[in-house]
T-cell receptor
């Protein structure tokens, strides 16, 4: 079965510093990978996805993610963190390649950016 | 494109009562999903529609839960005889059919069972 793991419950970063939120995946076949962000009491907002092509994917709000097949990782990055980036971040993988694109989510990582 | 709309945003109900949530997907999106999210957890898949056909149901979806999507447009999720363990946020999402397409989520419907 497809799955993703987010090994860190929380990541703390100072404003202006680069940030990384980690995600590793386990899939059979080629992965379709996604990142979403969730602000308090809100739904999930799409940030970016990897389907095929360049390993470095650029998304919304200055975020990017690097697909690494050998390490089965899809880490989310941003060169310079903002306090407003503080939120809950979810990595997800599409279930059943070639079939329905139901998403399987990780447990989430809380990002705290300090002024 | 007004996004995925969910109603109500918040519902407080007494244990044993029935509740119904409505979801209006992005227009022309033929796939619709329901997820459940409890505090501190990632969203868990409940069920999925392609047009009006319900094609997959999670084992999380007990017989007290039923979802419909008449005419392939809006969807409803009904929970009968609510239990305190049903307290969660219920998220609706939609997408186009192609498997690489993004799934867009609504703002969610919070359910509190007292």
């Amino acid at each position: 079965a497809q799955s993703v793991a987010q090994p860190e419950d929380q990541v703390n970063v100072a404003e202006g510093n680069p940030l990384t939120v980690k995600c590793t995946y386990s899939v059979s076949g080629n992965p379709y990978l996604f990142w979403y962000v969730q602000y308090p009491n809100r739904g999930l907002q799409f940030l970016l996805k990897y389907i095929t092509g360049d390993n470095l994917v650029k998304g919304s709000y200055g975020f990017e993610a690097e697909f690494n097949k050998s390490q089965t990782s899809f880490h989310l990055k941003k060169p310079s963190a903002l306090v407003s980036d503080s939120a809950l971040y979810f990595c997800a993988v599409r279930d059943r390649p070639g079939g329905y694109n139901k998403l399987i989510f990780g447990a989430g990582t809380r990002l705290a950016v300090h002024p | 494109d007004t996004g995925v709309s969910q109603d109500p945003r918040h519902k407080i109900t007494k244990r044993g009562q029935n509740v119904t949530f409505r979801c209006d997907p992005i227009s022309e999106h033929n796939r619709l999903y329901w997820y459940r999210q409890t505090l501190g957890q990632g969203p868990e898949f409940l069920t999925y529609f392609q047009n009006e056909a319900q094609l997959e149901k999670s084992r999380l979806l007990s017989d007290r839960f039923s979802a419909e999507r008449p005419k392939g447009s809006f969807s409803t999720l009904e929970i009968q005889r609510t239990e305190q363990g049903d307290s969660a946020m219920y998220l609706c999402a939609s997408s186009l059919m192609d498997s690489g397409n993004t799934i867009y989520f609504g703002e969610g419907s919070w359910l509190t069972v007292v």
